[in-house]
Structure formats: structure tokens, C-alpha cells
């Protein structure tokens, strides 16, 4: 029988990557973002009944905002926030993470997903907030895009199942060319 390893005492290096909405009309509020902050659209699609649209100003990341239809009806604070998103640098970041994470009883639930376009962790704080941490693949898939990820298989496990599942896929490219198209995107839109 083996002994739990000691959870780490601090968690691994996390860098605010995006953060995630609720909205009610998406296609309004989608313009908004766009017309007003200069976003542009990265994907669009249907995830959990909802729709969703991601968007972002910066080529090396999918999307710095994502909003998603589904939000309760109200105002204030508490009905708009969807998920915030934290940036790791290596798979081991997220085991690091689960770990932590299973050594306290005050997390409700974990979910590990993989997006083909990055490896999360997702959970939810004491009141019902949802949190990502999350690692970029080498490559980009069209979103929304999930599949379970077992963090307890080797680095090399995960990337060779990733590219298994993500062959064939619409959108399927490298990383670093999807970063490139984005560039451009958003340099014309700045410069209309």
C-alpha cells in the first residue's frame, strides 16, 4: 500500500490567462466586445446547452474573454461570472494542482478536460465559483472541443492521445501557425 504523496505547500506558478462570462444575448454582447474593446471572434459553438463565443486581442491566446448563453436572469454582482482562467507552465502545474486540490475539503468538484487546444483542470471554490487552470497543446482545434484527461498518465501518454483525438478535426493546426492567422486577423481589424 502506498502513502499519499504530501501535497505541495503552494501551488505552481499561475498566470491570469482569460476570464469567462455568462450572458444573456450573446450576439449583442459579442458585437459589443468586438466594436468597443477591439476583440475579434476565435470560435463560436454549442457547449453544455449553451452557446458559446471566444474571443480574444492577443494571437498566442485562443481567447482572453469567453462568453456563454445561460446567464440568470438579475443583476449585479454574482450573475455575470462564468469561470477564471489560470495559465500553467507544464503539465506537472496541473498535477501539482489535483493535488493540492484533493488534500482540502472545501473544493466541490474537479473536472480534468481536454480541449485538444489545452489540457484544464477546472473546479469550483466553497461558493460554487468555477476555476481553470490550464496548459496550451501544440495545437489548435476549432471550439468548444472536449475529451476526459487522465493527469495520471506520462507527458508523452497525454500528448500522443491528444494528437490521436484531434486528428481530423475541424480547425487542426500548429499552435504556432493558428498564433500566426491570428495576428493578421487582428491587425486588420485594428487597422480598419
Not at 22 to 33: E, G, N, Q
Amino acid at each position: 500500500m502506498s502513502t499519499p504523496a504530501t501535497p505541495p505547500a503552494l501551488p505552481p506558478a499561475l498566470h491570469l490567462r482569460h476570464m469567462g462570462m455568462y450572458v444573456w444575448d450573446i450576439d449583442m454582447m459579442s458585437r459589443f466586445y468586438q466594436e468597443v474593446l477591439g476583440f475579434v471572434v476565435t470560435d463560436t459553438g454549442f457547449v453544455r446547452d449553451h452557446h458559446v463565443v471566444f474571443l480574444s486581442r492577443d494571437a498566442r491566446s485562443h481567447h482572453q474573454l469567453v462568453m456563454e448563453t445561460g446567464r440568470p436572469p438579475g443583476r449585479g454582482p454574482g450573475y455575470g461570472l462564468q469561470q477564471i482562467s489560470f495559465q500553467v507552465d507544464a503539465l506537472q502545474g496541473l498535477r501539482d494542482m489535483r493535488q493540492l486540490l484533493n488534500a482540502r475539503n472545501d473544493v466541490l468538484r474537479q473536472q480534468a478536460v481536454d480541449h485538444g487546444n489545452s489540457w484544464s483542470l477546472y473546479f469550483w471554490d466553497p461558493e460554487d465559483n468555477r476555476i481553470e487552470v490550464y496548459l496550451d497543446t501544440p495545437w489548435h482545434v476549432d471550439q468548444p472541443y472536449l475529451e476526459p484527461l487522465d493527469l495520471d498518465l506520462s507527458d508523452e501518454a497525454i500528448h500522443a492521445r491528444t494528437l490521436g483525438h484531434v486528428q481530423g478535426k475541424p480547425g487542426l493546426k500548429p499552435m504556432d501557425q493558428w498564433q500566426a492567422q491570428m495576428a493578421l486577423q487582428i491587425k486588420e481589424t485594428h487597422t480598419r
